[in-house]
Each structure stands twice: as C-alpha cells, then as structure tokens.
C-alpha cells in the first residue's frame, strides 16, 4: 500500500514543473470568457426578439472577444516559454 503511494507522488514529481500562468493573464481569460459568453447570450436573445441590427452588433462583439482570446494564449505561450 506504501509502494503505490511513493510511486504515485514520484510520477507526479517526474511530471515536470507546473507553470504559474501571471495573475494578469487569468484576470484577462477570465474577462474575455465572460464577456464572450454574455455578448452571444445578448446575440442570441435578440435574434429570438428579431431585432437584427442588435443581434448583428452582439455577434461582433462576440468575434471580437474571440479574437482577444486567440490573442491572449498566443500572448501566454510567448511568456511561458
């Protein structure tokens, strides 16, 4: 029973060491996944009410922070390495 828990905590240690992401990064992730989802949430609603110029403004807004997001991570893998 002692052997499999020495085993388990050296293949955690043989994992590697884990990244710390900054906190600006995740304070960022964390702004754009919820801004993504409210905006297509407001794209949504407004293309049930057929009020098509809304809806149109809120799916850009979506792909805007869809772009932010692609940016960030590109952003996160330059820091991380």
Known sequence: MQNEAESASAADESAGPTRQMP???VIARIIIVSG?????AFAIFFLV???WLLALISIAVTAVFLV???AIERGAEGKAE
Do not use: H, N, T, W
């Open 68 to 70: 932010l997001m692609f």
């Open 49 to 51: 009410g057929a009020l």
């Open 23 to 25: 906190l600006g990064i």
């Open 36 to 40: 993504m989802g409210f905006s297509a």
